[in-house]
């Protein structure tokens, strides 16, 4: 049973379409969550780190949010550059540090 | 800082040929791991390490070994390719296993024939 799902599989927006990618997860114990960003191609580059329910983290276009059980990433007016593929992955508590990644979401937005 | 390097960037090998894929990081980081990731499923955590002189098996171990014997280095040794281990290798470095603020290399795209 996968631990970390994300939604949609892959989405496909215009430029300035505004919308959410989620990361949902049944992991007990969360000691955090993050959002990486991969380029085709390339190794994933680090976004954001979510500790705690009711956190929001900011980044240009993006915004993380995170409830008990998802996360959100949230995208303002997305240009083609924000095309990715965007990867969540947990991290549990305690003696268990190691990250738990979903099979991410690919974004193409389009001019 | 270069960051984290691996190399090669793209190997092809035959099966039951042996490998080392390098990876080194010039942060003085104290965690360094592998990933390989596989279409349609997400990065899965091969080996590990938390420090130099300590190393310790992930999800998907098998046929694989790996060495730290410096803080900058993080081998992952092939010892006897097998097509199911054609794959993308990620290696990446982090402050401390308690920091998972992973800085990833470019990868490492492997074909075993």
């Known amino acids: 049973e996968d631990q970390v799902t994300q939604s949609p599989e892959a989405l496909r927006l215009q430029e300035g379409e505004s919308s959410s990618l989620n990361c949902s997860y049944t992991?007990?114990?969360?000691?955090?969550l993050f959002w990486y960003r991969q380029d085709p191609g390339k190794g994933p580059e680090f976004l954001f780190t979510?500790?705690?329910a009711g956190e929001e983290k900011e980044k240009e276009r993006l915004k993380a949010t995170l409830t008990k059980k998802e996360s959100f990433l949230h995208i303002t007016a997305p240009k083609p550059e924000d095309s990715a593929t965007y990867l969540c992955?947990?991290?549990?508590?305690?003696?268990?540090?190691?990250?738990?990644f979903g099979k991410g979401t690919l974004l193409t937005v389009n001019p | 800082n270069a960051g984290v390097t691996q190399t090669p960037k793209f190997q092809v090998l035959k099966t039951g040929q042996s490998m080392t894929l390098q990876c080194a990081q010039d942060?003085?980081?104290?965690?360094m791991s592998w990933y390989r990731q596989d279409p349609g499923m997400g990065l899965r955590l091969i080996h590990y390490?938390?420090?130099?002189?300590?190393?310790d098996q992930g999800e998907v171990p098998n046929g694989y070994n790996v060495s730290r014997s410096t803080t900058e280095d993080f081998p992952l040794r092939l010892l006897s390719a097998a097509p199911s281990q054609t794959s993308v290798y990620f290696c990446?470095?982090?402050?401390?296993?308690?920091?998972?603020?992973?800085?990833f290399g470019p990868g490492t795209r492997l074909l075993v024939l």
């Open positions: 992991v007990s114990g969360l000691r955090g």
């Open positions: 992955a947990v991290q549990l508590g305690g003696s268990n540090y190691k990250l738990t």
């Open positions: 990446a470095s982090s402050p401390s296993l308690a920091s998972q603020t992973q800085y």
């Open positions: 942060m003085n980081h104290e965690y």
């Open positions: 390490s938390v420090g130099a002189g300590i190393t």
């Open positions: 979510l500790y705690s």
